[in-house]
């Protein structure tokens, strides 16, 4: 008894226009998220008395 896949079968070319725009979302979330991270590295000390 051979068992059928019913999952839908996409082309090369449809699964590599998928794979760029999974990549295109990660790279804008991975943006987002470490871009504060550096700004607050090169941002100066917030917690220093001013009138030192």
């Known amino acids: 008894m051979k068992k ?3 999952i839908d079968k ?3 070319k449809d699964a590599i226009k998928k794979m760029g725009k999974y ?3 990660t790279a ?3 943006f987002v998220i470490l871009n504060p991270l ?3 590295q090169t ?3 917030p917690g220093g ?3 030192d």
């Open 23 to 25: 990549a295109a979302l």
């Open 10 to 12: 996409i082309t090369r």
């Open 4 to 6: 059928e896949n019913n």
């Open 43 to 45: 941002s100066p000390d």
């Open 49 to 51: 008395n001013p009138f």
């Open 28 to 30: 804008v979330g991975t």
């Open 38 to 40: 550096k700004a607050q």
